[in-house]
């Protein structure tokens, strides 16, 4: 008897020590607001100052997506990650590659793709937040150009210019990575660019951007407190935050991981962004409904990635697959919500009781369905038994 009571004792002894060891993120994900009802966002980036062909594809997703509404009534609801000017060929290239122009997404070239996303926002649709002046930083592509060719012809081109063609590290707005690893950029810099483009945000859709996804989700402490001075109160992240293109060209330097609802050091709300739909690159329809269960099951708002440049190489398939993720997504949860990120955030941020559960038991449930993304969690918690205990947590609930 004393001998099991000891072997019980060591057992409870080893649990506590795990849960020690893991205490930071199993407290997090306890902290994390758990959502009541399932959520959907599709999130759309790099429309705006681009290919003509935008407009025709901005107008065949907002009748696509007003054919769905959620059990209130809403309808479906994409955000446009939004880019305000590519360069002036014409320009640049009269100045011999030397100085960088940019063609704005205010200019007359682009009245038919202006129109189709207010349409949409008109129609409650689209949701439109700011993914950058530029989906790039412009010295850094104008110096790149001057030993790369590619680079050169990308820059000078006479029709406005496709950023998806430029080398991947050049995408990112928020970092120097004309030559590799990437460089950091003076904050002063960074204060400036943010402020020139929420301005040029506001031109065109006559608000401030209070929504921000950095391009390529490539940025810095430095940003955020530019964007927080230009009014941004909310940033989609991946789940980190990445500060440098590597040596290789990757994403790199994470300097931090968030969840939903914790703050930046600037005060915005950070939301997670982790389920990605592509239909041109081969992602089926299902991931959408896949998304939407799991992360409803851990009191999460699923936010879908999706890029333009699926609705403009691959259009009608693209949409067709929309559409069946859409159908399976209604089919696997009835009840699904859209919201715009704006709303959810500012919702988590309140602990809004119309989108915010409350009570502990199934608050319980939703934390342990949350833990099996700590890494190396899972299996401690197998190998030391501990999974036990904490599986009856989900079926209390
Ligand atoms: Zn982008």
Known sequence: MTLLLLAFAMLLALWAGVLLVFAGPLSA???????????????????GAGPPEQAGALVRLSELLQRFRDHTGRPALMTLGVVLEVPDGARIAASNCVEYHGLRLADARFDDVRAAMQAGIAAHVFAPQLHGQCHYWPP?????????????????????????????????????????????????????AAVSEAADYRAVFGCAPQVAVATTFVWSE????????????VIVTPGHRATCRTVAGQPGCVDRSMLTGERSLSGQTYLVRDVYFE???????????????????????????????????????SLASLEAGLKAAFAACPTLRFAAPLELARAVRTRDPVWIERRVRP??????????????????ARLSGLALPLALLERAA
């Open 29 to 47: 994900r306890w902290r994390e607001p758990v959502l009541k009802h399932p959520v959907l966002v599709i999130e759309s980036d790099d429309w």
């Open 363 to 380: 608050r319980l449930a939703v934390w342990r369905a949350r833990l099996d993304d700590i890494p190396r969690f899972r299996r401690i």
């Open 279 to 317: 239909p041109a690159l081969g992602h089926a329809a299902q991931r959408l409904a896949d998304g939407l269960v799991t992360r409803s099951r851990q009191g999460r708002a699923c936010l879908v990635e999706t890029h333009r440049f699926n609705f403009l190489q691959a259009g009608e398939a």
């Open 140 to 192: 850094a592509v104008l110096a790149a150009a001057q030993s790369d060719d590619n680079v050169r012809g990308w820059l000078v081109a006479s029709e406005p210019a496709a950023t998806e063609h430029l080398p991947s590290q050049l995408q990112s707005r928020w970092v120097d990575a004309s030559s590799l690893p990437s460089r950091e950029l003076a904050p002063e810099a960074i204060r400036r």
């Open 222 to 233: 430095a940003v955020e407190a530019a964007w927080a001075q230009a009014g941004i109160e």
